[in-house]
């Protein structure tokens, strides 16, 4: 028996919220419809744990989408971002924080000389873009299927029909213009990551080394070795975007796990440690091109805030070798546990995962790309969320986001949210059998 849970205050603000925010919401994922329900209002976080404004408690496996690595509330970061409000929140001037933590970020990646800050991912891809297309007197970037680098107009693109290589606008209101300087190519899909390298001149191959917004789809062996060798051969930047796999998935992010070296990396999440901010880094010859120092323009009012900064600062002081092996240590669990449970449910799933990050796709074989993360029967995966929530576990309320386990996930909660999903497998009725053909849910971006 699932103890019963009141959801009344979610629902009562859900009906207040609705009228005044899109949705309901300030970001679409949090509205939950991809799975099949209302969105949670939250109250509080601390540690693993997430606590709704009806007093149900859950343990979090989104953990605001990748920045608590050390879970809700940690002493330490608190602590960093109350002393920096004491001294005043926003100065519109420089401060010592960004000048620690671009050194800090440069000692931990080797591809980072030089940081420009900015308040959000999206924001340190347009400068990537931006500064790309400068340095190469080029305009067309090249993306992957599937992957996110925030809602830049250009890159919310689309595959057109038949041979047409030109993107097509993936959202009203993108201008056809904009996604027509983008080329479009299938993740893991070597040839024809070199049939568009041979036939256009690029500014930048742009790519999430370890794609994480069509669920986790890790790249196969030697990919992003291609990804270097034809952005060199093409005379294109390679633009790493490591938004959620930077300073999780290891010290210096996947550029260190792969053994691959970007020109430019974008940055967020884990680096503001839950406070807004977000970067672009790379070789000093680039980076010196932004204004002032260079003729590429790009500001932001609130770009280095020193409580974000103050907050990131303090969350990688927390980030050591031995913090690395513990991340990897659980999420190994977690993932194992997950196939254990699935199995014994007679599930056909399939759980990717690398230090930090994990995606259960209900899918029998490995997800390779976006084509197969959409052929997964998101249909169950709503299910199952709806089941482990009533359980008081958090997943991402959609397939196609990766699970953030942090620091702060104890091996009793773990081993909890282990067996709660065993609950929910077996809990998934006939209709939720296994599907021939899923994926019927719109693939609704976070
Ligand atoms: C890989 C990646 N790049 C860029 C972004 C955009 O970042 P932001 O939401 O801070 O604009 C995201 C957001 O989830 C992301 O996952």
């Not at 340095?135 to 993306?143: D, I, P, S, Y």
């Not at 500001?299 to 991340?327: K, Q």
């Not at 029967?377 to 997943?395: F, I, K, N, Q, S």
Request: net charge neutral; with cysteine; charged share 20%.
């Amino acid at each position: 028996m699932v103890p019963a849970r009141s959801d009344t205050r979610s629902a009562e603000l859900y009906r207040r919220a609705l009228p005044v925010l899109p949705g309901g919401v300030n970001s679409p994922v949090r509205a939950m419809r991809a799975i099949g329900r209302e969105p949670v209002f939250v109250a509080r976080g601390r540690g693993a744990e997430l606590i709704d404004v009806d007093g149900n408690r859950y343990l979090d496996y989104v953990c605001s989408w990748g920045p608590l690595i050390h879970g809700h509330a940690h002493p330490l970061v608190l602590e960093a971002i109350a002393r920096a409000a004491s001294h005043g929140t926003s100065f519109g001037a420089p401060t010592a924080g960004e000048v620690e933590l671009a050194k800090e970020v440069a000692r931990r990646m080797d591809a980072v000389q030089m940081l420009r800050m900015t308040s959000s991912g999206t924001e340190a891809t347009m400068t990537a873009l931006r500064l790309a297309r400068a340095a190469t007197g080029r305009e067309l970037v090249l993306k992957f299927e599937g992957a996110y680098h925030g809602h830049v107009d250009g890159l919310l693109a689309q595959a057109g029909s038949g041979l047409a290589t030109q993107a097509l606008p993936a959202s009203p209101g993108v201008p056809a213009s904009t996604t027509a300087l983008t080329v479009l190519v299938p993740w893991n899909d070597e040839q024809a990551l070199r049939a568009a390298c041979a036939e256009h001149e690029l500014a930048a191959i742009l790519a999430e080394p370890l794609p994480a917004n069509m669920g986790l789809v890790a790249p196969a062996p030697g990919f992003l070795e291609l990804l270097r060798e034809q952005a060199d051969a093409n005379g294109a930047l390679l633009v790493l975007d490591e938004v959620i796999s930077g300073f999780r998935v290891a010290r210096g992010g996947a550029q260190e796990r792969g053994g691959v070296s970007a020109d430019l990396t974008i940055l967020g999440k884990i680096l503001g440690g839950g406070l807004p901010a977000a970067a672009l880094g790379g070789r000093r010859e680039l980076l010196e091109r932004l204004a002032p120092a260079g003729e590429v323009y790009q500001a932001g009012t609130l770009s280095g805030n020193p409580l974000a900064v103050a907050a990131g600062l303090a969350t990688l002081s927390l980030l050591d070798e031995d913090a690395y092996g513990r991340l990897a240590a659980s999420t190994e669990r977690l993932a194992r546990g997950l196939r254990e449970a699935a199995r014994a449910g007679g599930r056909p799933v399939s759980v990717a995962s690398v230090p930090g990050l994990l995606t259960v796709f209900f899918a029998a074989r490995p997800v390779r790309d976006f084509a197969g993360a959409r052929a997964c029967d998101t249909d169950a995966y709503g299910a199952w969320c709806r089941e482990l929530l009533a359980r008081g576990v958090y997943p991402p309320a959609s397939q196609f986001e990766a699970w953030f386990p942090s620091l702060a996930h104890t091996e009793e909660q773990i081993e909890r949210t282990l067996a709660v999903a065993a609950e929910a497998f077996a809990a998934l009725d006939d209709t939720h059998a296994p599907a021939a053909s899923g994926g019927r849910r719109r693939h609704e971006r976070a």
